[in-house]
């Protein structure tokens, strides 16, 4: 894997649901894992910083993993509200530096 | 301010004419990136400050594109000749950061630019 890669590229479910979604990311020269929400009209909102193999966080009914050997996480939301309604962006931090490179994002819609 | 604070929010420029876009970091942020998102796409770094200085310019995508920032404080970015495919929404961040610290971003709410 040479970018850092999201699945799928959008999600629909019913308030209630709950759902997970994929990053996947080299896993060499790893140095950490951001996740993102962004909602429309705002500002991309830090959810998770994540570095250390089997990391697993939490915040609210959203939680995410990390398995930097296989280079891959997960995002879990537990009973999906409509106000989770966002897209989901993954990003690596490349090299020495904390420059970020982003996925393409999951767009997830949660319906009433 | 308390947060990123970006702007115009919304530019609309005739190709051809040059256009400047401000970020205004979190204070104290010694580190600050341009990213856009042109439509349909992800989220593509363009440049990073770290303090006043560029060490990392590598997504700037032309020479039509340039950016400067002073008093570890407030980046332009400029494009020169703006042409169709320049439109995208150009976001800045900033974070802290150490040599090995790992620091979430916080975004600017984005500036919408429109080349007709």
Known sequence: ILNVEQSPQSLHVQEGDSTNFTCSFPSSNFYALHWYRWETAKSPEALFVMTLNGDEKKKGRISATLNTKEGYSYLYIKGSQPEDSATYLCARRSGGYNKLIFGAGTRLAVHP | ?116
């Open chain 2, 1 to 116: 301010g308390a947060g990123v604070s970006q702007s115009p929010s919304n530019k609309v420029t005739e190709k051809g004419k040059d256009v400047e876009l401000r970020c205004d970091p979190i204070s104290g942020h010694t580190a600050l990136y341009w990213y856009r998102q042109r439509l349909g796409q992800g989220l593509e770094f363009l440049i990073y400050f770290q303090g006043n200085s560029a060490p990392d310019k590598s997504g700037l995508p032309s020479d039509r594109f340039s950016a400067e920032r002073t008093g570890e404080s407030v980046s332009t970015l400029t494009i020169q000749r703006t042409q169709q495919e320049d439109s995208a929404v150009y976001l800045c961040a900033s974070s802290l950061v150490t040599g090995t610290g790992n620091y979430g971003y916080t975004f600017g709410s984005g500036t919408r630019l429109t080349v007709v």
